[in-house]
T-cell receptor
């Protein structure tokens, strides 16, 4: 089936550092979403992207919809301890008309104070 | 404006029993999606419903699993004759329209099958 390859699988960084993670696919997506999940909770939507090339920011978070529509990245600037969690990319296939999302495997972020 | 509500948050069942998971979408949302998450993995789509209609059930196992979203009341994901492999976190998400891809998730139901 369709698959999103998310990398890196995990990151352990120092507080204040910038973070970058990305998702790639062999399929074309018409929407990219980035979520954060804390332990025992549901994913929380961070950023939604709808157009190829779109660059969107939400506070210290910046995400881009790749021009080929097959990839997306998320940057977190000046990380803080509360950024700890699992970050998921999710996309809706260009061929889909049902709204179902395909999720990446997640990037586990740990921040050392 | 309350978010997506799911209950119970934790559910323990013995093999062979039935599990019923409930989801109330956000106010004004009429589209509901169910996803399953195994430990250390991403979420996997199961089913998409509108009121009284199943739109896409391509991710649902063919047997023992069913879902509904009645005209009144919450959406229900039902698992009959549970097996240990059904142990997972089940998340419900809702959106305003099919075209609105911003899906908002509930806190999930963690099912443990003994």
């Amino acid at each position: 089936g369709q698959q999103l390859n998310q990398s890196p699988q995990s990151m352990f960084i120092q507080e204040g550092e910038d973070v970058s993670m990305n998702c790639t696919s062999s399929s074309i997506f018409n929407t990219w979403l980035w979520y954060k999940q804390d332990p025992g909770e549901g994913p929380v939507l961070l950023i939604a992207l709808y157009k190829a090339g779109e660059l969107t920011s939400n506070g210290r978070l910046t995400a881009q919809f790749g021009i080929t529509r097959k990839d997306s990245f998320l940057n977190i600037s000046a990380s803080i301890p509360s950024d700890v969690g699992i970050y998921f990319c999710a996309g809706q296939l260009g061929s889909s008309n049902t709204g179902k999302l395909i999720f990446g495997q997640g990037t586990t972020l740990q921040v050392k104070p | 404006n309350a978010g997506v509500m799911q209950n119970p948050r934790h559910l323990v069942r013995r093999r062979g029993q039935e599990a019923r998971l409930r989801c109330s979408p956000m106010k004004g949302h009429s589209h509901v999606y169910w996803y399953r998450q195994l430990p250390e993995e991403g979420l996997k789509f199961m089913v998409y419903l509108q009121k009284e209609n199943i739109i896409d059930e391509s991710g649902m196992p063919k047997e023992r699993f069913s879902a509904e979203f009645p005209k009144e009341g919450p959406s229900i994901l039902r698992i009959q004759q549970v097996v240990r492999g059904d142990s997972a976190a089940y998340f419900c998400a809702s959106s305003v329209t099919r075209e609105d891809n911003e899906q908002f998730f509930g806190p999930g139901t963690r099912l443990t099958v003994l």
